[in-house]
């Protein structure tokens, strides 16, 4: 009914739009909008199909879930009782994850431009740190003497839906280059680190395997230049996250058996040939666990036509979903409370943010819209409430998670008071 776009976890009952069994329109009655809603079937589906394409072709696999992509506590618990490890990049998420129940070995954390302090703190918490320069593992080094010790790499091949989140390449800010690569292990074994993981992410939304299986392989061929110089053998080779999911109707999903495929393949036959034992393989998925499970529903409160454009007004602005305005991005938008109304206009969806970049969408086809109407806004739940802000004083919105029509509110709505929460009047002022 819905189409080949939306998951099954999506539904059509007799006009409006049901996730995981709840009806949206009554959702947004009980909880107001704008409201993020999260399908616990759905993250189990992604992680299931993900580990089961891995695991049918290698046996030790780790799946560590991108915390940042979305770092709501039920679903990290939700991934902690699939199985998952845990991917931070700062030491909140390791914070977060921790109370989450993952134990520190199931925390990987990978930074940039990291602290001393915040070193001290990984150290002191058991995580394993996975260091981006030279600068970091001497620092780390000089705080405590780790028993495991990764490595990010920048296999000189980024990849990615947006400038912004290409995180290898020559132009790139992440990873150590070959060469210092050889001397970061040389400087960890020489400094009595005793187990090796070897790390690269090259970029986020990428629906096309080749450069990733190629960044893939620069990788392998990277840890067997290590091995060989430096007899050091791998707990663990991390091929970083990134896997894309379609955001417009007409994009093709990522082939995720013949992705598994590839990579499992390539793999068995690099360690092979670089005599590299039998390492766990990992990825560090955040977009494609979180992304489809997870609408952003927002009542209409305008319609207002010039005589230029046609804008339907919205409660949810960029303060909301930063990813249209930040990357451009495009997400697609259902109305949720008359799913069979036919298109038949084209509008410019605004935010409430005294901004004229405030669109969640340009020009897009859908039906005759109405005040009142509730808009779903798809694939909302990777970098959706995780980007949120309180920009222009809007407290930020809520987070309900549902199951098999069963549901629960798991962030609440923040209020006025929020928004004074840790300020201070000097006395001056006072
Ligand atoms: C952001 C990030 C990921 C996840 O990226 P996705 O595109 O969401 O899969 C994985 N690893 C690292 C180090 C990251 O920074």
């Excluded at 990987?108 to 001290?120: A, H, I, M, W």
């Excluded at 190629?214 to 896997?243: N, Q, T």
């Excluded at 007409?250 to 082939?255: A, C, G, I, T």
């Excluded at 390492?279 to 609408?295: F, H, K, M, S, T």
Aim: aromatic share 10%; hydrophobic share 40%; proline share 5%.
């Amino acid at each position: 009914m819905i189409g080949m776009f939306l998951p099954e976890v999506y539904e059509e009952r007799d006009g409006i739009l049901y996730i995981d069994g709840a009806s949206t329109v009554k959702l947004a009655e009980e909880f107001d909008t704008p409201l993020y809603v999260i399908s616990e079937n759905r993250i189990r589906e992604n992680f299931r199909r993900l580990k089961e394409a891995l695991t049918r072709n290698y046996g030790k696999v780790r799946i560590y879930y991108s915390a940042k992509a979305n770092t709501n506590l039920s679903i990290l618990s939700i991934l902690r009782s699939e199985g998952a490890y845990i991917d931070a990049v700062s030491p909140g998420e390791v914070y977060i994850a921790l109370k989450a129940g993952f134990p520190p070995g199931k925390i990987l954390f990978t930074g940039t431009s990291v602290r001393d302090d915040e070193l001290k703190f990984l150290v002191d918490s058991n995580v394993t740190v996975n260091v981006d320069s030279l600068s970091e593992l001497r620092r780390l080094l000089r705080i405590s003497k780790p028993k495991t010790i990764s490595v990010r790499v920048n296999p000189e091949v980024g990849a990615g839906h947006h400038a912004h989140v290409i995180t290898a390449g020559r132009n790139s800010k992440f990873g150590i280059y070959e060469d210092m690569v050889i001397e970061a292990y040389r400087t960890s074994k020489y400094s009595g680190v005793e187990r090796f993981g070897i790390h690269m992410h090259i970029g986020s939304g990428i629906l096309n395997i080749e450069p990733f299986i190629h960044a893939s392989e620069r990788l392998l061929d990277i840890a067997g230049r290590i091995h060989r110089e430096l007899s050091i053998d791998f707990d663990f080779v991390d091929f970083g996250g990134g896997l894309g999911v379609p955001y417009k109707p007409e994009e093709e999903p990522l082939n995720i058996d013949l992705y598994a495929g590839k990579l499992t393949d390539l793999f068995k036959r690099k360690l092979e040939e670089h005599d590299l034992g039998e390492p766990a393989l990992c990825i560090e998925p955040g977009r494609y666990i979180v992304c489809d499970a997870c609408i952003l529903l927002t009542r209409v409160n305008t319609v207002k036509v010039t005589p230029y454009r046609k804008f339907v007004g919205v409660d949810a602005g960029f303060n909301t979903l930063a990813r249209p305005v930040m990357y451009g991005a495009y997400h697609h938008i259902l109305v949720a409370n008359r799913m069979n109304a036919e298109v038949e206009e084209r509008y410019d969806v605004a935010g409430p943010i005294c901004e004229s970049g405030d669109l969640l969408a340009k020009d897009r086809p859908l039906p005759r819209i109405c005040e009142g109407d509730l808009l779903a806004i798809l694939n909302a739940g990777a970098y959706g409430y995780s980007m949120s802000s309180q920009y222009n004083s809007r407290p930020r919105c809520a987070e309900v998670l549902v199951k098999d029509g069963r549901y629960f509110p798991v962030r609440s709505r923040e209020t006025f008071e929020d928004l004074l929460r840790g300020q201070n009047l000097p006395p001056w002022l006072k």
